[in-house]
Every structure is written in C-alpha cells, then in structure tokens.
C-alpha cells in the first residue's frame, strides 16, 4: 500500500513561486509514475503534470502551465515534487500527488492507483 501526503500549498501573490512536495511510503516508490492534479472548486480534476521511473523518464506537462512548472522526483527520498513558478490567479486549485503502477505517464486521473489528500494553493491577484 503506497500512502502520498501532500505539502507546500498556501496564499501567494501573482508572479510569486511555490513548491509542492509529495511525500510517500510503501514499497516501490521508484517504480511508480507520478503525477500532479488540480481541481479548482466547481471544476473537474485535471492533469498538470507527470514523471515516470527509470532511465528513460518521460515529463509531460499541461499546456497550460508548461514553461512554469517543474516536476521532479527523489527516489533516495522516496518524494515527488512540483515547482511552480511565476504563479496566477487561475492556478488556484486543491493540488494533488498521485501514483500509478506503470511505467507510462497518463492524463487521465482514473489511471493513477494512489492518492494523497490535496494541498490548497490560492494565488491571489
């Protein structure tokens, strides 16, 4: 059983940075791909960013915040993170870490096994 807390969120000001980080344990944190989703109120969870294992990692990035965020991973300890820069109002969101069991990157939230709780980010204008 693989448990993800999630931490860093808060209130920041537009243009302001924030990192995330997703704390896990279980076995086989290394052989997970990790993702970060955000879901903003009354809106559906959607992708913001994903890194598989290995040697050949893959990275993918929303659109939307690509050239801003920065996903990373830890392996000696067992984390995951996000760095999120140059923040605006509409990435206002619960954002959470998640975890899938293969070594392919998805956009879709139903193909991650694990979740953490949320982290609440609000960027204010």
């Known amino acids: 059983q693989v448990q993800l807390v999630e931490s860093g969120g808060g209130l920041v000001q537009a243009g302001d940075s924030l990192r995330l980080s997703c704390a896990t344990s279980?076995?086989?944190?290394?052989?997970?791909?990790m993702a970060w989703f955000r879901q903003a109120p009354g809106k559906e969870r959607e992708f913001v960013a994903a890194?598989?294992?290995?040697?050949?990692?893959?990275?993918a990035y929303a659109d939307s915040v690509k050239g801003r965020f920065t996903i990373s991973r830890d392996t000696a300890k067992n984390a995951a993170y996000l760095q999120m820069n140059s923040l605006k109002p509409e990435d206002t969101a619960v954002y959470y870490c998640?975890?899938?069991?293969?070594?392919?990157?998805?956009?879709?939230?139903?193909?991650?096994?694990?979740w953490g709780q949320g982290t609440q980010v609000t960027v204010s204008s």
């Open positions: 998640a975890a899938g069991p293969l070594n392919v990157y998805f956009t879709v939230s139903t193909k991650y096994t694990y």
């Open positions: 279980g076995p086989r944190f290394s052989s997970y791909t």
């Open positions: 890194i598989t294992w290995g040697s050949g990692t893959s990275i």
